[in-house]
């Protein structure tokens, strides 16, 4: 008798493990031909995909584009970036033996690390050199120039500190003008920061319209095949059943668009590349235009179809429910 019951319950065992394999292998079985599916059925309407793709891609790149350009920008910025110096112009009609006395009671300050004085005739003869206008500068009758001091505050001024330090020496009864020469790049920090809000908020509406295309494409999809889901439906099919195919459309539809949306970013980059690379070497400059790379490509993939995916399953669950067999 002890053996019988062990058979049966072996027997018993046996068709219950079978059948939770065979509905795993039936549910991946049902995931590769969704896949496939749903892949033939944009590849077949070609001409209103590729439309789908563009919108989507253009959608994508708009906010990636800006935001590698603001990159490069702020690159190219990076090699900029040095210690504030502090130029101060003096009076006109203060001599040079002034100047130089004038450095030395503003290097025995604390908060400054290094003065030089610059004389107008040393002036003049290095914009002279630079500028190339030698002979137009020789013909002039007076030197426009005036005397100058360099000025590097300690390291351990920054910001407001080196503020109050330029309006400080600005009051000297000597000073005709002090030039924080960092300020302009302050000043393009700010601008770039509040760029990146503004990429940050145009990204986030185009992201809600691509869902929104996305959802309406599939809610097209769903109508033109509404007579296959109530037969799917009335034969035991759940809505998960129903609703996968849709989903891999959508993947689909924003892997296309994310692919599309790296090529044109890609493109642009490209196009600029040349004339970029030209007017920096006018300046002196190595700098080269940075692209999206492999990765920055991959991911802009994935964020298409984590957005296909998204926008599909917000019209799949919607719609799906509404339709049920009479």
Do not use: C
């Amino acid at each position: 008798m002890g053996r019988r019951e062990n058979l049966r319950r072996k027997e018993g065992a046996s068709p219950s493990e079978a059948n939770l394999r065979d509905r795993y292998h039936g549910w991946l079985q049902h995931h590769r031909l969704s896949a496939a599916d749903s892949l033939l059925r944009v590849l077949d309407n070609l001409g209103p995909s590729l439309l789908t793709w563009l919108v989507i891609g253009i959608a994508l790149a708009l906010p990636v584009g800006l935001n590698v350009s603001l990159d490069n920008v702020n690159d190219l910025s990076a090699g900029w970036d040095s210690p504030a110096q502090i130029s101060v112009f003096l009076q006109e009609g203060i001599s040079a033996d002034r100047g130089n006395q004038l450095e030395i009671e503003l290097g025995a300050r604390e908060d400054i690390a290094q003065t030089q004085f610059v004389s107008r005739e040393e002036a003049l003869a290095e914009f002279s050199t630079l500028s190339g206008f030698a002979d137009v500068l020789a013909s002039l009758q007076k030197n426009p120039l005036p005397n100058l001091i360099l000025i590097t505050p300690t390291d351990n001024l920054q910001g407001s500190s080196v503020s109050a330090l330029r309006e400080s020496i600005q009051g000297m009864p000597d000073v005709a003008e002090a030039v924080l020469d960092m300020e302009w790049l302050q000043r393009l920090n700010r601008i770039m920061e509040l760029s990146r809000r503004l990429v940050m908020a145009i990204g986030l509406m185009l992201v809600a319209g691509v869902l929104l295309i996305l959802g309406n494409t599939i809610r097209l999809a769903i109508e033109n095949r509404r007579d296959e889901i109530v037969i799917v439906k009335l034969v035991g099919g759940s809505n998960a059943f129903v609703r996968r195919p849709f989903l891999y459309t959508g993947l689909w539809y924003g892997v296309g668009g994310g692919g599309l949306a790296a090529l044109l970013v890609s493109l642009s980059l490209w196009y600029l590349e040349e004339p970029v690379g030209n007017l920096v070497l006018l300046y002196g400059s190595g700098f080269q235009l940075r692209g999206l790379g492999v990765m920055g490509a991959l991911n802009l993939i994935t964020l298409g179809g984590l957005l296909g995916l998204g926008g599909a399953w917000l019209a799949v669950t919607r719609h799906i429910a509404s339709i049920e067999p009479r």
